[in-house]
């Protein structure tokens, strides 16, 4: 069975682009949550999708966004990319139900 | 909000010795308490977890202890082997864990000296 997807792994930006990164979740899956990992903050909740729906959101601004696609995979986007947006950012999927989060190996951002 | 503090934030152990992390929450409603292990360049995976309605839960090597009036949970790993070495997040979760916004503690790094 195949893991969390994450595209693209590595990518570098400057200020003030945006960038879309995208998530395919284990199959049969629906709910997919995103994550910001940085050494200061640590792992921050960013959003969860379940059904095409954001069921949960946490505290960040919204030039963070998302969306999910019929099929579960889900795509996040940050808009006007400051230098503090440097991070990795990992994408875990679920059954919905209480039970494991699986993550993917993130993808890894550089706002120069 | 939740919020989750995690103690240590560095621990180094002998092999073989037993490693014990520590963490914190303030929200009373958090009912699932899951442990990630992150190894490097890869992401988070779970270890084991605990429900609010169990005290100690064990796993192997592995066991995980939550005091729910002292709003504290614990990782205990003994027989310690190298290949533990990594970076251990603790979480929480009002949602009994069936929704995907856990909040994590800061993370501790655990080497494992042979």
């Known amino acids: 069975k195949a893991g969390v997807t994450q595209t693209p792994r590595y990518l570098i930006k400057t200020r003030g682009q945006q960038v879309t990164l995208s998530c395919s979740p284990i199959?049969?899956?629906?709910?997919v949550s995103w994550y910001q990992q940085t050494p200061g903050q640590g792992l921050q909740f960013l959003f969860e999708y379940f059904s095409e729906t954001q069921r949960n959101k946490g505290n960040f601004p919204g030039r963070f966004s998302g969306r999910q696609f019929s099929n579960s995979r889900s795509e996040m986007n940050v808009s006007t990319l400051e230098l503090g947006d440097s991070a990795l950012y990992l994408c875990?999927?679920?059954?919905?139900?209480?039970?494991?989060?699986?993550f993917g190996e993130g993808s890894r951002l550089t706002v120069l | 909000g939740e919020n989750v503090e995690q103690h240590p934030s560095t621990l180094s152990v002998q092999e073989g010795d037993s490693a014990v992390i520590k963490c914190t929450y303030s929200?009373?409603?958090?009912?699932?308490f899951p442990w990630y292990k992150q190894e490097l360049g890869k992401g988070p995976q779970l270890i084991i977890d605990i429900r609010s309605n169990v005290g100690e839960k064990k796993d192997q090597r592995i066991a995980v202890t939550l005091n729910k009036t002292a709003k504290h949970f614990s990782l205990h790993i003994t027989e310690t082997q190298p290949e533990d070495s990594a970076v251990y997040f603790c979480?929480?979760?009002?949602?009994?864990?069936?929704?995907?916004?856990?909040?994590f503690g800061k993370g501790t790094k655990l080497s494992v000296k042979p």
């Open positions: 875990a999927s679920g059954q919905g139900e209480a039970g494991e989060l699986f």
């Open positions: 199959s049969g899956h629906r709910s």
């Open positions: 929200d009373s409603a958090s009912n699932y």
């Open positions: 979480a929480a979760s009002l949602s009994g864990g069936s929704q995907g916004n856990l909040i």
